[in-house]
């Protein structure tokens, strides 16, 4: 984020009447959850990206689209099946993950996979929810 956006971020925090120091707290512990949020599913594309490239370890740097990048075309045209080993991929994430393993879980951890990855906010729109989260609090102080 460059400073003239935290530049403008502060002015508009401050024309609201928003205390800036809350707001820098607020927006660390945003950026806390939102990490919190996605490190069990990083964990599993990162876990059944590197069981699927094995042999590769140079593609394992590539674990947040790997599945879609390489796999997704031959999937459209088929089915998960289509993915070499995805039957012992599916089989380890299971026994690691245990909301894989059910009747379905095979086919919802594809779908994961082979999904868009769930990027992190961009840190501008991280500090506007802080600054409108300190705000409805400020106005629900006066009321």
Request: hydrophobic share 40%.
């Amino acid at each position: 984020m460059s400073a003239e956006i935290l530049q403008t971020l502060r002015a508009e925090a401050k024309a609201a009447g928003v205390p800036w120091s809350e707001v820098f707290i607020l927006v660390a512990e945003l950026k806390e959850r939102e990490i919190a949020q996605r490190e069990r599913p990083n964990a599993i594309r990162r876990d059944a990206w590197e069981m699927a490239t094995f042999n590769s370890p140079g593609c394992w740097p590539f674990w947040r689209h790997g599945f879609a990048s390489r796999f997704g075309r031959r999937v459209e045209r088929s089915d998960f099946t289509a993915i070499p080993g995805y039957d012992e991929i599916s089989q380890q994430i299971a026994s690691e993950y245990p909301e894989y393993s059910d009747d379905d879980g095979t086919e919802r951890l594809f779908e994961f996979l082979l999904s868009d990855y769930d990027k992190l906010p961009a840190a501008e729109d991280i500090y506007r929810r802080a600054i409108d989260r300190v705000h409805r609090n400020i106005q629900r102080k006066e009321f």
